[in-house]
């Protein structure tokens, strides 16, 4: 099935502009939660797996919480982020991060950043859509050799393959409203 995706894919062409099925996602403007399972895969195959919640009320914020194994949470607002394990608890000016002020032109729909640092093919098919992504950039070619996201109503996975062979996953399940 990979595959068949893949030849779906590359048959297609790159994209040169967000397709509407995925812009409608990406722009989403009504509170959405749900769980998520983040999956560590090292190129031995040694797996490191985390579970948790999710909440993005657009506007306002967005908490990322693992419950499994251990407890962390990383929540945002509009100006500050906070990430908190049973350690440490972390709390930066979003303005302070580097490249943040590249994220505000994304948080207003405009995904040019992407084109720009990314070759990428897109398929829908049915109810689901399909992106594979390879930077194009040097500086994410170093550490990043493709991205890979698939999706339908309610779920939405993503994957990021490093230099090394080393993936990390995501799975998201959105509640049912």
């Given at each position: 099935?990979?595959?068949?995706?893949a030849?779906?894919?590359?048959?297609?062409?790159?994209m040169?502009?967000?397709?509407p099925?995925?812009?409608?996602?990406?722009?989403c403007?009504?509170?959405?939660?749900?769980?998520f399972?983040?999956t560590?895969?090292m190129p031995?195959?040694?797996?490191?797996v985390?579970?948790?919640?999710?909440?993005?009320?657009?506007?306002r914020?967005?908490?990322?919480?693992?419950?499994?194994?251990?407890e962390s949470?990383?929540?945002?607002?509009?100006?500050r982020?906070?990430?908190t394990?049973e350690?440490?608890r972390?709390?930066r000016?979003?303005?302070?991060?580097?490249?943040?002020?590249?994220?505000?032109?994304?948080?207003a729909?405009?995904?040019?950043?992407?084109?720009?640092?990314?070759?990428?093919?897109y398929?829908?098919?049915?109810g689901?859509?399909?992106?594979?992504?390879?930077p194009?950039?040097r500086?994410l070619k170093?550490?990043?050799?493709?991205?890979?996201?698939?999706?339908?109503?309610?779920?939405?996975?993503?994957?990021?393959?490093f230099p090394d062979g080393?993936?990390f996953?995501?799975d998201?399940?959105?509640?049912d409203e």
């Amino acid at each position: 099935m990979l595959i068949g995706c893949a030849c779906l894919l590359i048959a297609a062409g790159f994209m040169s502009e967000v397709p509407p099925t995925l812009s409608a996602r990406l722009d989403c403007t009504n509170e959405t939660a749900g769980v998520f399972t983040q999956t560590k895969t090292m190129p031995g195959g040694q797996t490191f797996v985390s579970r948790g919640t999710f909440r993005i009320r657009p506007g306002r914020d967005f908490e990322w919480a693992v419950h499994d194994p251990f407890e962390s949470c990383f929540l945002t607002s509009q100006d500050r982020y906070v990430y908190t394990n049973e350690d440490e608890r972390v709390e930066r000016e979003l303005k302070d991060l580097p490249y943040f002020s590249r994220l505000g032109a994304v948080a207003a729909g405009d995904y040019s950043m992407f084109f720009d640092a990314f070759d990428a093919l897109y398929k829908e098919e049915g109810g689901r859509f399909y992106v594979k992504a390879k930077p194009k950039v040097r500086e994410l070619k170093a550490v990043l050799r493709q991205v890979e996201a698939e999706g339908g109503d309610g779920d939405f996975s993503l994957v990021a393959t490093f230099p090394d062979g080393t993936t990390f996953k995501i799975d998201i399940q959105e509640d049912d409203e």
